[in-house]
């Protein structure tokens, strides 16, 4: 898929640095929410048999995300900033509010990579129906992760990112299989809960987990 209608547009209207927001793992019971900010300098620099093989991380096998993120890692002025939420604040503050505050997070990170080169971001492309706290002008988008091309970016990062976190806490707590649901309420998560009750990632707050643990 090319760019969006929307992304040409800001460009047309002077908009020199457009960043795509998304964010993964909102409905997992354990880990943190992570959310990617990415910006493209040249549109240009994918070509269309690429830009095809995008598609929201959620529709891609996990070997095509990797290759994917392996690719836009290796592309010149294509940037990128994580901002991730742990599962410790997602209980106090509600996992909404730590979607929020995961791509501000994501956001500043790219931000702090640029400082250097002093490079100001025009826009945001929010993937939800919501607006996140930040000066920068942005619009929300419902389902942007299959309509904008930088959201889709942010999908991939975003996912590869929290998979590779949920695998190093797989070696920590080998016994709950983080290796294969990656956090989410499979049969084999509760089973392991129903076994090993809840371990100190897990997200005590959410309503699946009352079953496992006092709150």
């Not at 929307?6 to 964010?23: A, F, M, Q, T, W």
């Not at 997602?90 to 929020?100: G, L, P, S």
């Not at 971001?121 to 002008?137: A, C, M, R, V, W």
């Amino acid at each position: 898929m090319s760019i969006s209608a929307l992304e040409k547009r800001l460009k047309k209207r002077g908009c020199k640095i457009i960043v795509g927001l998304d964010e993964v793992g909102r409905g997992a019971l354990s880990g943190s929410v992570t959310a990617a900010a990415v910006s493209v300098q040249k549109f240009s620099i994918f070509n269309s048999q690429f830009s095809k093989e995008l598609k929201d991380s959620k529709k891609l096998s996990p070997r095509k995300r990797e290759k994917i993120f392996r690719i836009l890692r290796n592309l010149s002025g294509v940037e990128w900033g994580i901002g991730r939420v742990s599962e410790k604040i997602i209980d106090k503050i509600n996992v909404f509010q730590a979607t929020k505050l995961a791509m501000k997070r994501a956001i500043d990170n790219l931000i702090s990579k640029n400082k250097k080169q002093n490079v100001k971001i025009d826009f945001l492309l929010i993937d939800g129906n919501f607006s996140i706290n930040s000066d920068i002008s942005q619009k929300s988008i419902v389902k942007g992760d299959e309509k904008v091309f930088l959201i889709k970016l942010a999908s991939i990062i975003a996912k590869v990112s929290r998979d590779k976190s949920m695998l190093r806490y797989h070696k920590q707590y080998p016994k709950y299989r983080f290796d294969k649901h990656k956090g989410y309420g499979t049969r084999l998560h509760f089973k392991m809960l129903r076994k090993y009750g809840p371990c100190k990632i897990h997200r005590k707050s959410f309503s699946p987990m009352k079953n496992y643990c006092k709150i």
